[in-house]
């Protein structure tokens, strides 16, 4: 199975920036990283997990309307490591942001074609 180690969360203030690293090792069913289409999603207390930004295999991307303009996925294939620069930060952006595989090559904001999730890195937008 896919494992993965996230970092880069932490405590900023409303404006400001983190990028979040996650580190993939291992393989699932023959799939690796870079055979995988990756997610982003986050949690907040209370709420459900939603939907962040999600990449292909091939690099093409798609953000949730929330964070458009603000947030960009990216990967490095030859690190094994999925990337989300967060700009211009809310508070309502507060939330465990955790990293996903899809079963697909194909970017999706479906939560169900994920099978292999990181164990999530924590971020606090507050004054």
């Known amino acids: 199975q896919l494992q993965f180690v996230e970092s880069g969360g932490g405590l900023v203030q409303p404006g400001g920036s983190l990028r979040l690293s996650c580190v993939a090792s291992?393989?699932?069913?023959?799939?690796?990283?870079?055979?995988?289409?990756m997610g982003w999603f986050r949690q907040a207390p209370g709420k459900e997990r939603e939907f962040v930004a999600t990449i292909s295999w091939k690099t093409s991307t798609y953000h949730a309307d929330s964070v458009k303009g603000r947030f960009i996925i990216s990967r490095d294939n030859a690190k094994n490591t999925l990337y989300l620069q967060m700009n211009n930060l809310k508070p309502e952006d507060t939330a465990k942001y955790y990293c996903?595989?899809?079963?697909?090559?194909?970017?999706?904001?479906?939560?169900?074609?994920?099978?292999?999730w990181g164990q999530g890195t924590q971020v606090t937008v507050a004054s």
């Open positions: 996903a595989a899809a079963t697909s090559r194909y970017y999706s904001d479906d939560e169900e074609i994920y099978d292999s």
């Open positions: 291992g393989a699932a069913s023959g799939r690796t990283f870079g055979d995988s289409a």
